[in-house]
């Protein structure tokens, strides 16, 4: 049945299969595109790698041993923006594409010619950003957040390579996000009502819009740099009866749903796996979705929590802190609700478990040193420290990179039709549980401390918590390589995995073969199928 | 030994939470400093406050979690149940966090709108972030003069210094002429950057705060106890930024007048030694001091700048080369570093002249020029 239904879709207007490079470069397949965006970011995770490996070798003891100051603040500024747009963003983007037509009983996404080009521009944009490392004066050097008017006035040339390469991956997550709300709304099986969807696809319905809503203003902040560069206008430029706060303003209007952006479809991964591996319907599924509507909506009110620090009104001050403390309401819920979920399930520890548990409770971790520097006056204090990025990491590594970890050894066993390699896959897990705790737990007392951010050296007495956090980096480093070696062993061989390898699991994707076909959806699946694989499925 | 790992799993994950517990109280150990300000205090409760209640709230919810991660396994013969919500549940887990979230809201509040009262000063100080360094000025008292790291801890940090950090007293955190505070006394600080944003921070004083060009942010603070405290800027601002400490010394309201009037005494002494002769030997000595306040943070000491950084003055070629080619980089700034700002604004011809004169005759330059106000005047 569904070989010929694939002739048919394969016959309309599709050209023959394309086999070798000319596959990967034109594809339309949702599954290719996601294989690529995925393979693409593992492989910047291992470029923004080895930029934070240079960091912390240099911050291994007092002293400059292996850089100079200036190209420390571009290790700083590269790792943050590879990290977040060239590794966590497309990795995000590449589960969407592999999982949302699949469990939306789709055969693929809605626009498949602008999912080809939203991932191609991706490694376009790399060679541009990382071109800077070329040029004579350096790789951009501003911090991530590039901050005028050490991006405008003091940056060097290669500061308009990365404002380009910020337009192109603007350009490319808008289409990717174009695309999701489309998908969604368009091609999902005709009995699953919206309400009844996956959290996985919830939560990417609702981070979609986000990146729709965000990124053009990036792109607004970014072209207003440039302007300031080149064509003489004075934004972010006091002397020209500009203010440089305002781009700390546009920034951060942007930057906070980023933050959010990149943690709520991590929300969906966990929301998918406790419930697999607890043999029990998630606790509150209305309520979270509501959950995240929420955290989502707020995330456009709290972005001057990152600028308590420039001297704003009091009144702003107040706002900000009030907004920036409820939206710990919503995250709370999400929380409770995965436990609550637990609570009483029949629990088995297989390795995607192993990395939502620990996602809960590093996550937490984070988002309650979150709760702490939302607290204005105490923030006077921990502003640009080590407080923040130990914060930071917490929700950044072990929230959205474990949730990706996660997602992967999840779905690993569906995309490839093989078992993969459980005793390395539980070595990678409890590696890198142990190694990030180490690295990251030391920066939240080197920031108490008085240890700023970005520093390449710093006084003597902040020397043995560098020391640790360097080995628990290193550490964390190497272990990743286990993760790329436990993927090519799946995807060369292994016992098979059949169609549901987790005997918990619900949902569509678990209704189709291992690998599954070209189309997964040729013709919608029945609305009892719907029903049966649903949240209603376990009465 | 599954059942040994899992537990050792629990207490891996468990350890960092205790870890925090055990924390202790003074500056460079693992907790925020109490301070010597009213603000530090208050800050450092606030702190505390929402430390006990963050780990407190872990500790529910990580202990619950724990019970199910324990007994409910499937191991352990647990059958799922199933059911799938609890709405009485929900919305206590709801309303307790809000209810938890105003009860820290109102103090905090509290402490923000008294962090942010404005007395009246009994000194005011103008804080300058300058790339490298700090500028302090009293505009009452008429005194103002740059703060710059230490040169011993300059020459360590270099990379193949062969000197330990650990030998250099205050590694990073010493500067050659601290800000003065008198203790007991309303202070207003007054923080503006001159070139990119800096942070002015010292932990003990309990706050930090931008120093942003265009915008003058205010903070008022009353020191508790004589002491010296130390900080560094806190805000990106390029390849100096880890190399800009602050230190205050606070002293008692006597110590200060004392101080005022030793400075004001030491800066007419100046004033009148510059106003003598023009002599190679005056421009020399003046020179050498600006030089190492004002131009030593890029340049270094020596003279040697950093290689790719920051260029070397020692055997540069426009130091070395044409008098006016010199005079115009130095006062004009350079046409494509904008680090290399037009000093000519903030300088007078003596002052300038004098730099000149010490960069064109030290190290290995050896011009014997001596650059006069006169040829610095016909340059502007």
Request: with cysteine.
């Amino acid at each position: 049945m569904s070989e010929t239904a694939e002739a048919v879709m394969g016959g309309e207007g599709h050209a023959a299969p394309l086999h070798g490079w000319r596959r990967w470069l034109f594809t339309t397949n949702h599954k290719d595109i996601g294989t690529l965006y995925l393979v693409f970011s593992l492989i910047m995770l291992f470029a923004g790698g080895i930029l934070a490996m240079i960091i912390r070798a240099e911050l291994f003891e007092p002293g400059l041993q292996l850089v100079q100051p200036l190209f420390y603040n571009s290790l700083v500024t590269m790792h943050g923006l590879t990290m977040i747009f060239l590794a966590i963003m497309p990795a995000l983007v590449g589960l969407a594409n592999w999982q949302i037509p699949m469990m939306i009983g789709a055969p693929d996404m809605a626009l498949p010619r602008i999912n080809n080009w939203s991932f191609w521009l991706l490694p376009f944009a790399f060679v541009l950003m990382w071109a800077g490392f070329l040029t004579p004066q350096g790789a951009p050097n501003a911090g991530w957040t590039f901050y005028a008017p050490l991006s405008t006035t003091y940056a060097p040339p290669s500061m308009d390579f990365l404002i380009f390469a910020i337009h192109i991956m603007g350009i490319s997550s808008i289409m990717g996000g174009i695309n999701i709300i489309v998908t969604i709304f368009n091609l999902r099986a005709p009995g699953m009502k919206m309400i009844d969807m996956p959290l996985f696809v919830w939560t990417w319905l609702i981070t979609a819009f986000l990146l729709v809503f965000a990124m053009p203003v990036l792109a607004g902040a970014a072209t207003m740099v440039l302007f300031d560069r080149h064509f003489g206008t004075s934004f972010f430029n006091a002397a020209g009866g500009g203010d440089p706060v305002l781009f700390q303003h546009i920034f951060w209007f942007f930057g906070h749903p980023e933050v959010y952006i990149m943690i709520l479809p991590a929300f969906g991964v966990i929301s998918e796996i406790v419930p697999t591996f607890s043999r029990k319907p998630l606790f509150g599924r209305v309520s979270m979705i509501y959950a995240v509507g929420a955290i989502a909506f707020m995330s456009a009110m709290v972005w001057a929590h990152h600028m308590f620090a420039v001297g704003l009104p009091v009144s702003a001050q107040i706002f900000f802190m009030y907004t920036t403390m409820l939206i710990a309401v919503p995250t709370g819920i999400k929380v409770f609700n995965w436990v609550a979920t637990m609570w009483r399930g029949a629990l088995t520890f297989e390795t995607p478990m192993l990395w939502a548990v620990s996602f809960i409770f590093l996550f937490t971790i984070g988002g309650l040193s979150g709760l702490m520097l939302a607290d204005v006056p105490a923030d006077y204090q921990y502003q640009d420290t080590y407080f923040v990025v130990a914060h930071l990491h917490y929700v950044l590594v072990t929230g959205s990179l474990f949730g990706i970890i996660g997602a992967v050894y999840y779905w690993l066993p569906k995309w490839t039709g093989h078992m993969y390699n459980d005793r390395i896959s539980k070595w990678h897990f409890w590696l890198s549980v142990i190694s990030v705790n180490v690295t990251f737990f030391p920066m939240h007392f080197a920031g108490l401390a008085g240890m700023p951010r970005r520093i390449p050296d710093y006084a003597l007495q902040f020397a043995d918590y560098n020391m640790v956090s360097s080995i628990g980096a290193f550490v964390f480093g190497l272990s990743q390589l286990l993760f790329v070696w436990v993927i090519i062993q799946a995807i060369r061989g292994g016992a098979p995995a059949g169609e549901r390898p987790w005997d918990g699991a619900k949902g569509l994707e678990w209704t189709l073969s291992s690998p599954p076909p070209h189309h997964s959806f040729p013709t919608p699946p029945s609305d009892e199928l719907v029903h049966r694989e649903g949240p209603h499925g376990y009465e | 030994m599954i059942r040994k790992t899992k537990t050792l799993m629990l207490i891996l994950l468990l350890t960092p939470s205790l870890a925090v517990a055990a924390a202790a109280e003074e500056p460079g150990g693992f907790n925020m400093p109490y301070g010597v300000t009213p603000t530090s205090h208050d800050v450092y409760d606030m702190h505390m406050l929402l430390f006990w209640v963050c780990t407190v709230i872990g500790a529910l919810v990580f202990a619950v979690m724990i019970w199910s991660l324990v007994f409910h396994r499937r191991a352990r013969g647990a059958v799922a149940a199933k059911f799938s919500g609890h709405t009485r549940l929900e919305i206590v887990w709801t309303a307790i966090p809000a209810l938890i979230l105003v009860a820290v809201a109102i103090p905090a509040t509290r402490v923000l709108l008294a962090v942010n009262a404005h007395p009246h000063p009994y000194v005011t100080v103008d804080i300058h972030g300058s790339q490298w360094k700090w500028h302090y000025s009293y505009p009452d008292q008429g005194i103002a003069y740059y703060s710059n790291l230490k040169a011993d801890s300059r020459k360590a940090s270099r990379e193949h210094s062969g000197i330990s950090p650990a030998t250099v007293p205050y590694y990073l955190r010493d500067v050659d002429h601290p800000l003065v505070l008198p203790v007991g006394k309303d202070v207003r600080l007054r923080i503006t950057g001159d070139d990119v944003i800096h942070s002015w921070w010292v932990p003990q004083l309990g706050f930090k705060r931008d120093a942003i060009p265009g915008f003058i942010n205010r903070a008022d603070i009353v020191i508790d106890k004589p002491g010296i405290y130390r900080g560094q800027c806190a805000e990106l601002c390029g390849a100096g930024h880890g190399f800009m400490p602050i230190v205050v010394k606070a002293v008692s309201p006597a110590e200060f007048l004392a101080w005022v009037t030793q400075s004001k005494k030491a800066e007419a002494a100046e004033h009148e030694s510059e106003q003598g002769p023009w002599t190679r030997q005056l421009a020399m000595t003046q020179g050498k001091k600006i030089f190492d306040s004002v131009c030593a943070a890029c340049h270094q000491l020596n003279g040697k700048g950093i290689p790719g950084v920051f260029p070397a003055l020692d055997g540069s070629k426009i130091v070395n080369g044409p008098l006016a080619g010199h005079i115009k980089f130095v006062v004009h700034g350079s046409p494509r570093n904008p680090v290399m700002r037009p000093f000519g604004k903030e300088m007078n011809n003596r002052q300038l002249a004098a730099v000149l004169t010490y960069e064109r005759n030290s190290w290995s330059n050896h011009t014997g020029d001596l650059v006069t106000p006169e040829e610095v005047e016909k340059a502007r």
